[in-house]
């Protein structure tokens, strides 16, 4: 999060040395609309948001397993159940 923290005015900064700051706004103001359109496309989210902290580590995961386990040699036999073929 420190990063991502930096990142962001280090974006501004270099934006304003070729645009405007009302430019410069309405670019960042566009970014952070898309950011927060991409969570309404999230399955469950608002589920995911209603859990309590030690509920939501690995929820994603537990629920979502086959979007977890790409590359992997994994058999699904019933729906939401996967297991190792080895």
């Not at 952070?32 to 989210?45: E, K, L, M, T, W």
């Not at 580590?57 to 996967?82: C, D, I, M």
């Amino acid at each position: 999060m420190q990063v991502a923290s930096a990142i962001g005015p280090g974006l501004a900064g270099a934006a304003l040395l070729q645009l405007s700051v009302a430019q410069v706004y309405v670019v960042f103001g566009l970014a952070q609309f898309a950011c927060a359109f991409g969570y309404c496309i999230v399955p469950r989210y608002r589920e995911f948001l209603a859990l309590d902290h030690e509920t939501v580590k690995g929820w994603y995961g537990r629920e979502y397993q086959l979007a977890f386990l790409r590359g992997k040699n994994v058999v699904v036999s019933t729906p939401g159940v996967v297991r190792d073929p080895l």
